[in-house]
């Protein structure tokens, strides 16, 4: 048995997702609890993320740590999970064999039956194998605390850019069955969940069908979700430009629970990096969605992910893309160096461009961002917002805090009472990124 699993989660919202899963599962076998002191733990799992390479090299100086832990607890079990174990495999017993279990995005659901299988036979087990949507077969229901949920639609990624590792790592894309995203929700809600995330590496190509046999997209999705009562936020996330169809735009607008935010990874402003990319869209595409959705939901706001320093990338490919960063005004967004990954075809790429110019690019945009998500915040000066209390303020424990549709945090005065409720709020103050507000 199990008593106690430590779980350190790296990269995205759908490793985060990953790590609530492994634990729902665990508890069901083992009947383990979780704990963030890996000294007092009989499993230990890193979650790992490949994306860049600065992420994979953390996960072997904690590995290191948790070596000497198990020194000193010889029944002390380490798994690897997630995306450098789905890559390397095998290859993370050369370099640390002191691990147990090693299995991919797609098999976590297998864990009780791994850990089995280690105390038996002794030697280490991997399993980083892509079995068919088999895992939302295999996982319990969903275990909550508080009142917003993330909730899996597609998993996978059938886009290549030629920068990515993660379709290599997660397999093709599989969307969920239809009729099994709503059942959950609505399972979601009767434990008291009021806000919805939909994850995906391609959220918005999620396509199902309906349980009368007609085609489901995510625009369907969402207008269904948006009659489930109890549900009173939706989000969705990751979304790619090539996949906002007309239908899925016109639900900003529609659909009032819908948070008005949107994040669309861009990558770059240049056509011609784009097309080295693989991104297929054109900058000017990329606006016409922006502009689109502003017509439909004045109050949107949009934030993306950016790589600095593609191979090649000219001085003129930079310009272009601090220009659309102008044009659109993003809020606050995640900027990347590249980071070739190993098997991707750029990584092939020769590249004449210095690291220092890469750097000095980076800095240069991030600046710029960062001006326009503060210049957002300033816009919501007197605004009414819409929040979600999630809890007590970490800045002040006699104060609540609450997050916008934008994802700006708001402390306020109120009753402990409200926690995880919607509350209308005006907005009286702006410091950073965090705002104050009262309630109407
Ligand atoms: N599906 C999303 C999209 O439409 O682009 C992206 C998901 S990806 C896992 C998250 C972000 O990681 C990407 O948007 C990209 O900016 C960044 N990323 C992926 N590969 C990278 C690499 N090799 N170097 C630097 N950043 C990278
Ligand atoms: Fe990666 Fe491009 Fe898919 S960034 S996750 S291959 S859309």
């Known amino acids: 048995m199990l008593k106690k699993v430590f779980i350190k989660t790296f990269g995205c919202q759908m490793n985060e997702y990953d790590s609530s899963k492994m634990q729902d599962v665990l508890n069901q076998a083992h009947a383990s609890s979780k704990t963030e002191d890996p000294k007092e733990a009989d499993l230990i799992i890193l979650n790992t993320c490949s994306v860049r390479e600065k992420a994979e090299e953390k996960i072997y100086s904690h590995l290191g740590e948790y070596e000497i832990l198990k ?146 997209d995510l625009a369907l999705l969402i207008e269904y979700i948006s009659d489930i009562e109890d549900i009173q936020r939706i989000r969705f996330t990751t979304s790619h430009p090539n996949e906002m169809t007309d239908s899925l735009i016109e639900c900003f607008g529609k659909f009032p629970k819908l ?70 005004q993003f809020d606050f967004s995640f900027s990347f160096l590249y980071s070739p990954r190993p098997g991707t075809p750029a990584s092939y790429i020769h590249d004449e461009i210095s690291h220092e110019i890469k750097l000095k690019r980076l800095n240069e945009l991030q600046l710029m961002n960062d001006a326009q998500g503060k210049a957002i915040s300033h816009l919501m000066l007197g605004s009414k917002q819409r929040i979600l209390i999630d809890g007590v303020s970490w800045k002040n424990p006699t104060e609540l805090a609450g997050k916008t549709d934008n994802n700006r945090v708001v402390d306020i005065q109120a009753d402990k009472s409200l926690i995880n409720q919607f509350v209308d709020v005006t907005i009286t103050e702006v410091t950073s990124k965090r705002l104050r507000g009262e309630i109407i």
Do not use: W
Request: one cysteine or more; a neutral charge.
């Open 71 to 216: 020194k000193n607890n010889p029944n002390l079990l380490i798994a690897i999970g997630g995306c450098v174990a789905s890559q390397e495999g095998e290859n993370i017993l050369k370099r640390a064999p002191f691990v147990d279990l090693i299995f991919g995005p797609q098999t976590l659901h297998r864990l009780p039956d791994l850990v089995n299988k280690r105390k038996l036979a002794g030697i280490p087990q991997v399993d980083i194998s892509f079995p068919e949507i088999e895992k939302f077969d295999h996982l319990p229901p969903p275990s909550v605390s508080g009142s917003s949920a993330m909730v899996s639609i597609i998993e996978g990624c059938s886009k290549y850019c030629s920068f990515c590792v993660v379709p290599y790592t997660r397999g093709e894309e599989i969307s969920r069955p239809f009729e099994d995203v709503l059942t959950e929700i609505i399972h979601l809600s009767s434990l008291g969940v009021k806000e919805i995330t939909l994850l995906g590496q391609n959220v918005n190509a999620y396509r199902s069908f309906t349980n009368k046999g007609e085609p489901a």
């Open 259 to 328: 948070a008005a935010h949107l994040h669309l990874p861009i990558q770059s402003g240049s056509d011609r990096i784009l097309a080295a990319m693989k991104r297929n869209y054109t900058a000017l595409e990329y606006k016409n969605i922006i502009k689109k959705l502003r017509k439909n939901c004045p109050s949107v706001s949009i934030s993306s992910d950016f790589i600095i320093g593609f191979p090649n990338e000219t001085d003129a490919d930079f310009n272009l893309t601090k220009k659309i960063m102008n044009e659109i």
